[in-house]
Structure formats: C-alpha cells, structure tokens
C-alpha cells in the first residue's frame, strides 16, 4: 500500500499542498511571525521523508512540477508594479540606489564572512546568489561552478528570514515609507520577502517585485565581479 501511495506521480504534489494549506491554516490562527506556511510546509514535508524513509527523488517526481511554476508566478509580479507606474517613475532615482545598495551589500557581506571563515572559491560563489529569485540564483550558482542544491537551501533560508524578521527589523529602524519597505524586501529577500510585502499593501508589493526582478538581473553582473576577489 505503501509503495502504492509513494510510487504514485501525484504523491509529491499532493504532499506539499496539504503541508502548505495546514501552514496556512496555522498561521491565519496563531498570527504569529513563527507560523510560517513555507517553513511549516519544508520541516512537515522533511519529517515525513525521514519518519517514513522515503528517497527525495521519489518525493521530487512529482513534487518538481510545482517548481515549474516559479518562473510564470515570477512574472505575475509585473501586474501590481503596472498599476502603481506612477510612483515608479516618480522615485525611480530612490529605488534605483536602493536596489544596487542591496545587492552591492549582499555580494560584500558574503565576501568579508567567506574571509572570516576561510572559505573556499566553490563555497563562496555558491553562497553569492543567496538574494536573488532561486530561477536566476540556481543558473549563476551553476555557472560559477557552485553547489546548486545549497545555492537553493541558502536562497530559501534568506527568504524566509526576511519574510519572518523583515517587519521586525524595519519597525526597530524606524522604516515607515512604503517605498523604502519594498525595494528592503524585494532586493534582500526575493519572492518570500514579496509575498509579506504584499501582504502590507499594494504599493510595497509593486516595488518589491521589481526590486526582485532588477536585483537579480544586476547581480548577475555584480557576481561576474565578486566571483573572482577569492
């Protein structure tokens, strides 16, 4: 019966819906920064594989048809930045200088805690997309020879930390313009950090995702530049 269920093209699927929709439900009801659909969903998902010994291949069967629709729902972000045009075009100057101060400071942090912790070439650039949409990080990690499977884990933890911590770091800094909240989740923590800020409004989803889109396009070249310093 078992290997039925497990065997089955739809088991991946169906797994990481229901883990999700009961992160969801929790979330909706705890309201707390903790209860997390995403990060509920992973550690659910990773406790069944272990409890159960189920081979991450046969879970990913199915499981990596969802991934397919990271690339199109990527994209969708174009639709809020359209109805917001306005405000792009009357502080293109601010987000701009947000969105290469983020990525200048992701490449640099990575480079100065490589140095401290004596990393190696191959760990370093696998570490350097970590701020950047998995679909863009994934191809750099692979050009530069990373290691693409912690290239993703590494992209998802910075996701999640920014969706989780990010309205806790901007209160304590006193970050209150809309703006100024979206370009800080869009170019720190990609998709994940998008979703809260539309969670907050509008306004902040709109600028997240093109802070999203932009910050990956331009790490691709400030990464060709930070590559090579180790």
Known sequence: MKDAIVGSVFFGIILTVITFYIGDLLKRKLKHPLANPILISGMAVIGILVFFDIDFDTYNKGAKYIGFLLTPATVCLAIPLYEEIQ????????????????????????????????????????????????????????Q????????????????????????????????????????????????????????????????????????????VFAVSIFANLI
């Open 87 to 142: 405000h792009l075009k009357n502080n293109w100057l601010a987000i701009m200088s947000g969105i290469i101060s983020g990525i200048i400071s992701s490449a640099a942090t990575v480079f100065v805690l490589s140095l401290v912790f004596k990393l190696g070439h191959q760990e370093y650039v696998t570490l350097l997309p970590k701020s950047i949409t998995a679909a863009i990080g994934m191809d750099i990690s692979k």
């Open 144 to 219: 530069l020879d990373g290691v693409v499977s912690i290239t993703v884990a590494i992209i998802i933890i910075t996701g999640l930390i920014g969706n989780i911590m990010g309205e806790f770091i901007l209160e304590k800094f006193n970050i209150k313009h809309p703006i100024a909240k979206g370009v800080a989740y869009g170019a720190s923590s990609h998709a994940l950090g998008t979703s809260k800020a539309m969670e907050i409004g509008e306004l902040e989803g709109a600028i997240s995702g093109l802070s999203l889109a932009v910050s990956g396009i331009l790490t």
